[in-house]
């Protein structure tokens, strides 16, 4: 089932994203998170470190899968999704980083950690909550559109309108990484709620086709359609088509 929660202020969105996380936590402190990268959470892990700062909320017992990684980018990279997860979130929280699992993007094998990264979410169990962004072309973690998708952590090369859309972040586009590891479609999907995000205009048709066009590899994030428990939460403009 599909839940669209439409906010209308950017304050809203932080408190709905950060509420669901934290009451995940206050009910099982040791809760397994699947945590995203990209623009759109970053309000939503400042308003958990305010409530982690107010007493609220505690990740000392929880444990965090992260989705993906650039391959090449080390822990120290800015860009790297270690070093985004380090500033925006785990350096502010008493999150043991022990417990906080990112892809190795330096590994010398990187299927051979993408095969590692399989075993040991498999080995945790169940993700409680997976946060997702979505991409322009509908990706999902680094899982782009293709005429087949992967179940587990793999390898993908990534498009050139993925590289485009995350250059803003680098010097320029050159510097973005060509390949990635990111957790499998299957890994996503299963995963006990889903809770989707999403902010601003140019994300508005992507989200129609994905939440109400049909299944297709060719845009990855039209399968959590088959998912149970989905919160999509969106701000008006994102939320414009749906
Ligand atoms: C990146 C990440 C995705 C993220 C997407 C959208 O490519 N790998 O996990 O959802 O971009 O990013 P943004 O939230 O900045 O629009």
Redesign the pocket.
């Known amino acids: 089932m599909l839940n669209i929660v439409k906010v209308s202020s950017d304050e809203q969105f932080n408190q709905v994203g950060a509420g669901m996380i934290a009451s995940l936590l206050q009910s099982n402190p040791r809760a397994i998170l699947g945590l995203?990268?990209?623009?759109?959470p970053v309000g939503v892990y400042s308003h958990l470190i305010e409530l982690y700062q107010q007493g609220l909320v505690s990740f000392a017992q929880a444990r965090s899968f992260n989705?993906?990684e650039y391959i090449g980018l080390s822990a120290e990279h800015p860009e790297s999704y270690r070093h985004f997860m380090n500033e925006k979130l785990f350096n502010h929280v008493d999150m043991d980083l022990k417990n906080a699992h990112i892809p190795d993007g330096t590994a010398a094998d990187p299927e051979k950690a993408a095969l590692e990264y399989t075993r040991m979410l498999e080995n945790a169990g169940q993700v409680d909550l997976q946060i997702?962004?979505?991409?322009h072309n509908g990706?999902?973690?680094?899982n782009e559109p293709a005429d087949e998708l992967h179940a587990h952590t793999h390898v993908v090369e990534l498009k050139e309108r993925?590289r485009e859309?995350?250059a803003r972040f680098f010097n320029s586009i050159d510097e973005v990484p060509t390949h990635a590891i990111t957790m499998g479609i299957g890994s996503i999907l299963k995963s006990r709620q889903i809770l989707l995000m999403a902010r601003g205009a140019s994300k508005a048709e992507i989200l129609e086709r994905a939440l109400t066009g049909p299944l297709t590899t060719q845009c990855p994030a039209s399968l959590i359609q088959t998912h149970s428990n989905v919160v999509v939460l969106v701000d008006q403009a994102a939320g414009g088509r749906l």
Do not use: R
Request: proline fraction near 0%; glycine fraction near 22%.
């Open positions: 995203a990268t990209g623009s759109t989705l993906d997702l962004g979505i991409g990706h999902i973690g680094f993925t859309a995350n």
